[in-house]
């Protein structure tokens, strides 16, 4: 009889073999060298463990599951296999630049060279997406001019004015928005130096992780190459930001712009969401491309970044916006809101390989 055969059942050390055998394809190493196998019980036929995802919004989880089982099925002697599928957010820590946000795992910005081109929208609905999924997510709206998403999640401007700014929990993500603090039809005006000020203060003052770590707080930029920017990438460790185009804005040049500022500030540029890409009839779901398409994804292609995906021209994500209840909370099932759920796993995961090879200075 081969060992591991019979009453007694297969070894670990035969069941690990066989989990090696399963590679993660972005990280390019096998799932038990890269600490994804946990809490491993062999019992007789019995093989139970957890396996711990780098992200709950993992785009690979049913195929990771479907592949571990299969491995282990294989291994003679096991008679049931029972996986359990859990994640935990690895902390995006770079050996130098500027100090961590305490509590914050990943900082992810959303970017635009032109304005009106819907970051805050993606911001927002990406947020919220995220912690569909699963993740522990905040918002940070850093628009101090002209702040949008108070109104984008249902709060009223200057809420917070009596009693301070601190986050909110809205549709399951943790806000912070300046507008909360002023009152409606109070123009602000910043000087340049007070701006750097402004999003220290709400990078590194406010309780983010009053209630456990965030896995990823999303940080909503005002368009161009203005001074927020610049500050946020001097003031915290950013992961990666995501640029929004749409095709009728999108021009190399344009894209071109965004992505030499970030790569100048030695943030990672994770992708291109080409937003307002085409229209989806909401009567008969034809598809209408009303200021042609493609743009985004051509230039992505020529600067060499990740094109993240497209989302529609929907009147019901307008709507959902000035109603403030964003349409990935208000229609999940939606075909728009499938899309934003789609681009946050593909985020998510660009944001655990970023981390990975930032860590192990491979790549
Ligand atoms: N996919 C979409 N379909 C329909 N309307 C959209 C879509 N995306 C954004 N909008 C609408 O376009 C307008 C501008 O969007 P948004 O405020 O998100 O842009 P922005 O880039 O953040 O603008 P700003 O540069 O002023 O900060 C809003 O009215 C929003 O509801
Ligand atoms: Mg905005």
Redesign the pocket.
Known sequence: MEQGEGKQGPSEEAILAALRTVEDPDLRQDVVSLGMIRDLQVSGGKVAFRFVLTTPACPMRSEFQRRVEEAVRAVPGVESVEVKMDADVRAHSPLSGPRPVEGVRNIIAVA?N?????????AVNLAIALAKHGARVGLLDA?LT?P?IPTMVGLEQGYQADTGLVPVTCYGVKVVSIGFLLRPGLPVIWRGPLIGSGIRQLLHELPWAADGDLDYLII?L??GTSDAPLSMAQEAPIAGVVI?TTPQSVSLEDAAKAVTMFEKLDVPVFGIIE??SYFLCPHCGERTEVFGHGGGREAAQKLGLDFLGE?????Q??AS??EGVPIVEREPDSP?AQVFMLIAERIAARTSVQGFFEETGAG
Not at 311 to 315: A, E, G, S
């Open positions: 635009s032109k304005g009106g081109v819907g970051k805050s929208t993606v628009d002209g949008n909503d005002p368009p929004v937003n307002m989302i529609p021209l929907d009147v994500v307008r916006g000035d728009v």
